[in-house]
């Protein structure tokens, strides 16, 4: 079992930059793909970027790609997902996800959640 705590979330105004970070325990973390995922009012929650276990290849959700970027430490047992470009439909509870498989965009493939950080972006 791994736990998750995602950081980081806070209130920004459109066009600014937020770096969320997740700390993972109780796992070993390099044997996980990670993922982060959003959550929005009344929306599903829906799949944001995705970094493979060594950290070499990275997926994006075509709606945040080339304003995000998510990367890992693994000696730090750390993921993080840096937003540039903050638009106010950023607006979400920001979750950290991990799953053994071979996964990307799959939220029914990761196994582990945090509890998310609430990222809100105003005008």
């Known amino acids: 079992q791994v736990q998750l705590v995602e950081s980081g979330g806070g209130l920004v105004q459109a066009g600014e930059s937020l770096r969320l970070s997740c700390a993972a325990s109780?796992?070993?973390?390099?044997?996980?793909?990670m993922g982060w995922f959003r959550q929005a009012p009344g929306k599903e929650r829906e799949f944001v970027a995705a970094?493979?276990?060594?950290?070499?290849?990275?997926y994006y959700a075509e709606v945040v790609k080339g304003r995000v970027a998510i990367s890992r430490d693994n000696a730090k047992n750390m993921v993080y997902l840096q937003m540039n470009s903050l638009k106010v439909e950023d607006t979400a509870v920001y979750y950290c996800?991990?799953?053994?498989?071979?996964?990307?965009?799959?939220?029914?493939?990761?196994?582990?959640w945090g509890q998310g950080t609430q990222v809100t972006v105003s005008t």
């Open positions: 996800a991990a799953t053994r498989a071979i996964a990307t965009m799959s939220r029914e493939l990761y196994a582990y």
């Open positions: 109780g796992g070993s973390f390099s044997i996980y793909r």
């Open positions: 970094i493979n276990r060594s950290g070499g290849s990275t």
